[in-house]
């Protein structure tokens, strides 16, 4: 799996991996909850650049981390949304979780 992580005072930024499936959530989930506890992450952004492809379990895996950042006030965002992960982040009402970034910086 794909996935890198750059943490910055309390902000912590994961890089997707390109197929964001079940067989990549369960890692996925486990090393952001070592780091949101570890570090007590505040904001949380999902950088979705390389990810070309995220079934339910993706869906899953953010819903999660907005509960657990949300109970300690924090905040989750999302950004290089490709129009694929825009339409899942509709459909799903993801958007309405968490602010989405438009490749032109404009937050929604």
């Known amino acids: 799996m794909e996935t890198y992580f750059e943490l910055k005072e309390r902000r912590l930024t994961v890089q997707m991996p390109k197929e964001l499936d079940h067989h990549q959530a369960g890692q996925l989930r ?18 979705f650049a390389k990810t070309e492809f995220m ?26 949304l490709n129009g694929r992960l ?14 989405t970034e438009t490749p032109q910086g404009k937050h929604e």
């Open 30 to 47: 486990m090393e952001v909850d070592m780091l949101i506890d570890a570090y007590q992450v505040q904001n949380l952004t999902f950088d």
């Open 55 to 80: 079934d339910s379990s993706g869906i899953g895996v953010i819903i999660g981390r907005c509960k657990n950042i949300g109970y300690c006030g924090g905040e989750v965002s999302a950004k290089n």
């Open 86 to 99: 825009e339409k899942i982040f509709m459909v799903s009402g993801l958007h309405k979780l968490i602010k």
